[in-house]
């Protein structure tokens, strides 16, 4: 049974910083893309950053490019998201989501080609 399980969320002050965490289980995790994708309320589901099976490869959305870093260890199934200068704006529910990975162009940030979701963390950055 494949389970991706999020945590990490809560609330924090403009400027400061959050770890989300997902933890992974149910399938060969070192073959598949990873990625953190975020909604807010009313607005459509985005990507924030996506990371290749082997995490050789790393994509950011322009709003967290530089503040945000993805990693992975496939040792431990895991995945992570360090969340700095947070902004008012990043405020929204966090996804960690999975694919198979076919080439590592495949690894994008179209969330409909994603096939495991976690539940989500929700993230409150207050002004």
């Known amino acids: 049974q494949v389970q991706l399980v999020e945590s990490g969320g809560g609330s924090v002050q403009t400027g400061g910083s959050l770890r989300l965490s997902c933890a992974a289980s149910g399938y060969s995790y070192s073959s598949y893309c990873m990625a953190w994708f975020r909604q807010a309320p009313g607005k459509e589901r985005e990507g924030v950053a996506v990371?290749?099976?082997?995490?050789?490869?790393?994509y950011y959305a322009d709003s967290v490019k530089g503040r945000f870093n993805i990693s992975r260890d496939n040792a431990k199934n895991t995945l992570t998201l360090q969340m700095n200068s947070l902004k008012p704006e990043d405020h929204a529910i966090y996804y960690c989501?999975?694919?198979?990975?076919?080439?590592?162009?495949?690894?994008?940030?179209?969330?409909?080609?994603?096939?495991?979701w976690g539940q989500g963390t929700q993230v409150t950055v207050s002004s």
């Open positions: 989501a999975a694919k198979w990975q076919v080439g590592v162009s495949s690894c994008n940030s179209q969330y409909r080609t994603y096939t495991y």
């Open positions: 990371i290749s099976a082997g995490g050789t490869s790393t």
